[in-house]
Nanobody, 126 residues
Framework: QVQLVESGGGLVQAGGSLRLSCAASGRTISAYAMGWFRQAPGKEREFVAGIGWSGGGSTRYAESVKGRFTISRDNAKNTVYLEMSSLKPEDTAVYYC??????????????????WGQGTQVTASS
């Protein structure tokens, strides 16, 4: 059974930084694309960042976070990270980790059939 557990969320002042972690179990993540989404109150869940499987596939970012957020993976720890800097109040949301259900996809996209974590709250106060 695949499980994803996010951690690292919290309350920071605008301009601050946080690092989110997503620890996976039940599957070795090196063969799978992974990503981060977020959902603010009253809004739809939106894509934040994605990283392809270790042998191919690129990193992708939402325009709103380019240059401020960095996604990375540590296959030895079976963990994916999201480094967030220069946080803005509009970054406030619950952040979710996702693991692609299909292996070795370079042109990845995420949907409801993939594996999702329970989410971690990020609040950037002004």
């Amino acid at each position: 059974q695949v499980q994803l557990v996010e951690s690292g969320g919290g309350l920071v002042q605008a301009g601050g930084s946080l690092r989110l972690s997503c620890a996976a179990s039940g599957r070795t993540i090196s063969a799978y694309a992974m990503g981060w989404f977020r959902q603010a109150p009253g809004k739809e869940r939106e894509f934040v960042a994605g990283i392809g499987w270790s042998g191919g596939g690129s990193t992708r970012y939402a325009e709103s976070v380019k240059g401020r957020f960095t996604i990375s993976r540590d296959n030895a720890k079976n963990t994916v990270y999201l480094e967030m800097s220069s946080l803005k109040p509009e970054d406030t949301a619950v952040y979710y980790c996702v693991l692609d259900r299909a292996a070795y996809r370079t042109n990845y996209r995420f949907g409801s059939s993939d594996y999702w974590g329970q989410g971690t709250q990020v609040t950037a106060s002004s």
